[in-house]
């Protein structure tokens, strides 16, 4: 019994590319799962249980078939199927399914880059091995998938929301989309980096990165959030506006009926003082 934990342990802890593409079968329904909850909550997309079931289950099975039989093109396949499906399933703009796909990148770029420079801190190994290691990989994985799902439970519970994008005007929805794909190209690129040569680089650089890569995701999300509040006011003043142009018509109406008012009871006074002077 001794030696078949320690054979287990031996195989957890000790680079092994196939065992740990094995188990990442497994959390491909995980991470879909807190990907579907973080979208549809940040974006505000009303679903059903039935629109869940429809994305979850065919991306889940899609991304499995890719990882084992195009695991060198499975990712770039998984980032351009997956704005299609939340287009086709839960009926959405295509702009809003590509800020949904950028966003899910975003924040699992960030976690998984944020984890594994903290692990490669503690652990005196190069980052390239411990993403080979399955016990370290299935940890890493694990408080990634944490991780966001702490965020879409803090969005959800204090109501933190997109909720503008549909009816941004078409100018808007360019510049967020050229600001959101840029900054997702440099986090991306810096993560990168910071993942492959992070070896080869001083932990404060690695630190600094670091810092700046959550600085710079936050960041982003602030600039989307202002954006859409400016957004929502500038549609508020269209709406008051339109309000006060209401108002303004009724209040002519109403002038234009007073005057007539006057006239009419100034008629029926004449008239009546006159049959009142026949009849004397």
């Not at 808007?172 to 992070?198: D, P, R």
Request: with cysteine.
């Amino acid at each position: 019994m001794t030696e078949f934990f320690q054979n287990v342990w031996s195989l957890l802890t000790t680079e092994n590319e196939n065992l740990i593409r094995f188990l990442s079968l497994f959390f491909v329904f995980i991470e879909i799962t807190v990907a579907t909850l973080l979208i549809t909550t940040i974006l505000k997309i009303k679903y059903t249980k039935k629109q869940i079931l429809l994305f979850i289950i065919p991306f889940a099975c899609f991304s499995i078939v890719t990882g084992l039989f195009l695991p060198g093109y499975s990712s770039f396949i998984n980032i351009i199927l997956l704005p299609i499906l939340i287009k086709l399933v839960f009926k959405v703009t295509i702009i809003k399914a590509i800020i949904a796909q950028i966003i899910t990148y975003l924040i699992f770029i960030v976690t998984g880059t944020t984890v594994l420079n903290i692990y490669t801190i503690f652990i005196d190994l190069p980052s390239q091995s411990i993403v080979k290691i399955p016990l370290y990989k299935i940890t890493i994985s694990i408080i990634q998938y944490l991780l966001a799902y702490l965020l879409y439970y803090y969005a959800k519970k204090n109501d933190i929301n997109i909720t503008l994008l549909d009816n941004m005007n078409k100018k808007s929805n360019i510049i967020l989309l050229m600001n959101f794909t840029i900054g997702t190209l440099a986090i991306g690129l810096q993560a990168f980096l910071i993942t492959s040569f992070n070896d080869s680089i001083p932990y404060i650089i690695s630190i600094a990165s670091l810092a700046i890569l959550i600085v710079y995701f936050f960041a982003n999300l602030y600039s989307l959030s202002r954006t859409t509040k400016l957004e929502k006011t500038e549609q508020d003043l269209e709406e008051e506006k339109a309000y006060n142009k209401t108002i303004t018509v009724m209040y002519d109406n109403i002038r234009a009926f007073r005057h007539d008012f006057n006239n009419i009871v100034q008629a029926i006074g004449r008239f009546y003082c006159h049959r009142r002077y026949q009849r004397s």
